[in-house]
Structures are given as C-alpha cells and as structure tokens.
C-alpha cells in the first residue's frame, strides 16, 4: 500500500455542506473515502488534456438565454470550431435557462482551446465535458 499523506483543504461553508450530505448519501465511509475518489474522478476527466492525441466527447453549457449577447458569443465560438464540432443540441430548460450540448471530435488541444473560449464567453452557469481517447 502506498505512503498516506495528510494535507488539509479549506472549503466555503455551504460547499462542505452539500458535499458531507452527498458522503452520507453514498454510503462513504469517511469524508477522506469521498475526497479521494473526487480526485480520481478530477484525474479521470482531465487526464485527457495531457495527451496530444485526437479524442472524442460533449462539451454540456448551461446558461441563461436573457442576455441575447450571450447566445451569439456562443455561437460565435462555435464557428471558429466547425472542425471538431460534427452537432449540437440546444435544450431549454426553462423560461430563463438553457442547456448546450456541443459534440466533439479531433485533436485534444483543439478541444481543450474550445473549453477556454467557451468559458471566457460571458456569465454562463456553468461548463462541463466528457472527453476521452478515441484509441
């Protein structure tokens, strides 16, 4: 068995909260179980980034579609990676919100200059993905 480290973590109250009621939820033993499985999942998400192979996925945007600006910020972004985007679906979520799930293909840095772009867009909710090899 591998060495233990012991670190500390500092967390906004509200955050710690949610995360101990989804430990209690799962069934973990400890909160130390549950963070350490967090980070292999981080790793597990992110390893890709690392690689400069081509690689597949769907990138998920969640934003509110009362600034008009933001859509076409959007959309704009997405012209600039008509290579590695074969198809979107747009979702509405509500009368305010709405889900963008961009389709992925092609080299991993490509990919990963899209997560940037995306990201730097406006007040989006939140950006999330699933990438992986396609070896």
């Given at each position: 068995m591998d060495k233990v480290i012991k670190t500390?973590?500092?967390?906004?109250?509200?955050?710690?909260?949610?995360?101990?009621?989804?430990?209690?939820?799962?069934?973990f033993a400890s909160r130390s179980q549950a963070i350490q499985e967090a980070?292999?999942?981080?790793?597990?998400?992110?390893?890709w980034r690392?690689?400069?192979?081509?690689?597949?996925?769907?990138?998920?945007?969640h934003y509110s579609h009362e600034g008009?600006?933001?859509?076409e910020n959007l959309t704009d972004v997405q012209h600039h990676f008509m290579d590695i985007i074969p198809s979107t679906l747009?979702?509405?979520l509500s009368?305010?919100?709405?889900?963008?799930?961009?389709?992925?293909?092609?080299?991993?840095s490509r990919v990963e200059e899209l997560l940037r772009r995306l990201r730097s867009v406006?007040?989006?909710?939140?950006?999330t993905h699933l990438?992986?090899?396609?070896?």
């Open positions: 500390g973590v500092s967390f906004p109250k509200k955050l710690l909260e949610k995360f101990d009621n989804v430990i209690v939820e799962m069934g980070i292999r999942c981080f790793i597990s998400l992110n390893s690392l690689l400069e192979e081509d690689v597949a996925g769907a990138i998920l945007v008009h600006e933001l859509e747009h979702l509405h009368k305010e919100d709405c889900l963008l799930i961009i389709a992925v293909r092609g080299r991993a406006g007040k989006l909710k939140q950006v990438i992986m090899p396609t070896y």
